[in-house]
């Protein structure tokens, strides 16, 4: 744990989300700071966990594979914020 909070150490200071999924809460911080439209992948601190979403066929999902919902429902949050 002190390994990924010393990586990214100087994310901690920027915006958190919070989205609710199935009646759980979820804290999310952005690990890149230049998004844009035709992202394809990027890093999130998901719940203190380093966590990659990837698009592929016009679906996000995380690069685990699972919870393809919640990782739709992050990405929407976060165009919602940054007007893609």
């Not at 010393?6 to 200071?13: C, D, I, L, T």
């Not at 958190?16 to 035709?38: A, E, M, P």
């Not at 393809?68 to 165009?79: G, P, S, T, V």
Request: charged share 30%.
């Amino acid at each position: 744990m002190f390994d990924t909070i010393g990586q990214f150490e100087e994310h901690f200071n920027k915006q958190v989300f919070r989205i609710t999924f199935k009646q759980r809460d979820f804290q999310i911080v952005l690990l890149k700071t230049d998004l844009t439209k035709n992202l394809t992948e990027f890093q999130i601190l998901l719940d203190g966990l380093v966590q990659k979403l990837i698009k592929t066929n016009g679906k996000w999902h995380f690069e685990h594979g699972e919870d393809e919902d919640l990782a739709e429902d992050i990405f929407r949050q976060i165009a919602l914020r940054y007007r893609f």
